[in-house]
């Protein structure tokens, strides 16, 4: 099951609650999943699976967070030929 994007307005209104802003990457993707297949499994009740499925939105935006932190640690800074900066992968050797 893929949770789907939330809609821009709801996702620029809702912040990632503090305790999921808490944890690790591996935590929050084992979380994750975890509440995937639960919902995939079909147990609980409706109201319970909404809530998972909207801390389960909530664990996601914070995982992508996370990857995109990496990614930027790892992104190396570079001058074009016309002297505008960018970025390229760094090169793990």
Do not use: N, W
Not at 60 to 79: F, G, N, Y
């Amino acid at each position: 099951m893929v949770l789907p994007d939330m809609p821009p307005s709801t996702a620029a209104s809702s912040a990632i609650p503090p305790d999921i802003a808490a944890l690790s990457f591996e935590d929050a993707l084992a979380e994750l999943e975890r509440i995937v297949r639960q919902l995939e499994e079909g147990r609980g009740k409706l109201d319970d699976a909404i809530a998972s499925y909207e801390r389960g939105t909530a664990l996601k935006r914070h995982c992508e967070m996370k990857l995109r932190e990496a990614q930027a640690k790892i992104d190396r800074i570079t001058v074009t030929a016309d002297g505008s900066l960018g970025t390229e992968p760094a090169r793990i050797d």
